[in-house]
DNA sequence: GTCTATAGTGGGATAGAC
DNA sequence: GTCTATCCCACTATAGAC
């Protein structure tokens, strides 16, 4: 079921690994080439030999945050039949705030498509189209989905605020338009 | 109607439409110390005698942005009131749009609200709150709108991609649970 | 309120030896 | 595939003279 990101030398995938968990645990900011050189005991020059640059770099590990979400959200769907949306939206949700840093290098600019492998988006958003009934109407779900994660992540709602409901009462209204 | 940004000195007022004008042409990251004291022929050293630092001088430009929105989204409330969320949605799309990287530094960092003359973000909250009836459906619509203005802003959707009618998919779910 | 000078910190990336 | 040495870039911010 899951599936190796391209054809990764064993060198670049400790290399991919690593520059993972260093974004993960640190931030984006964090992840330079000095940085990550230091994390593998090597120099910074060193790793220009197994990535041509450091956006390179990045779409394999993005690329890996797509492979693992698609697992998600198939497993989501398939465990809910019933209400397919509504178990989607807690995937979603709970990869983001386990993931916030890698779900941010994944969001929060233009995606290097050109830089993936093939299929992994389409992968990842196959689940929401079937359930959404639609394109425009995934793409609505994906929006909201995306607006109450990254304003969270972003800290902009207020401490009190009561989160779960919102999610619920969007969720609810796209519910409805599908019967 | 329109409102001052707290009591900036002439001076400081200059700089503040200088770094605006450079943001809004260029981008946050062009936004920096340097390029400002150059776009205003002085030094960058010399900003610092006008705002203590450059966060402070990001929130009286933030601080604008919000003034500017809730006058938009009132403008469009009262232009329209048999469906608001509609206008509101169409007046939130468009500012951001007229304004990308103003839009961007709004939303994607956390909300020094400190540093803001007190009331500017829940002015420009009200009119959502109101017509969507609750918070957590104000919340929930929010949401919806950021989550589209934004992954249209980072080029997430496909070129061919209809985003009316993916709006309109999402406006027409929150006015049914109103009636 | 402006300047010069500068501190201090960091970044991506390349050349060429081994 | 790793290294050293280096380039060139950028940034925020402060001290102190004028």
Known sequence: MSQTVGELSPRAREIVDAARALLESEGEDALTMRRLADRLGMRAPS??????????LEAAIIAEGFEES???FEAAVAADRRRPLRALAAAYRT????HPHLYRLM???PLRRDLLPPGVEERAAAPLVAAAGSVNRARAVWAFAHGMTI???NDRFPRAADLEKAWREGIRMFERLRS
Chains 1, 2 share one sequence.
């Open 47 to 56: 790793l220009y030999k197994h990535f041509p640059d450091k956006e390179t």
């Open 70 to 72: 698609a697992e998600r």
């Open 95 to 98: 990869f983001a705030l386990e």
């Open 107 to 109: 969001t929060e600019q």
């Open 151 to 153: 304003l969270e992540l």
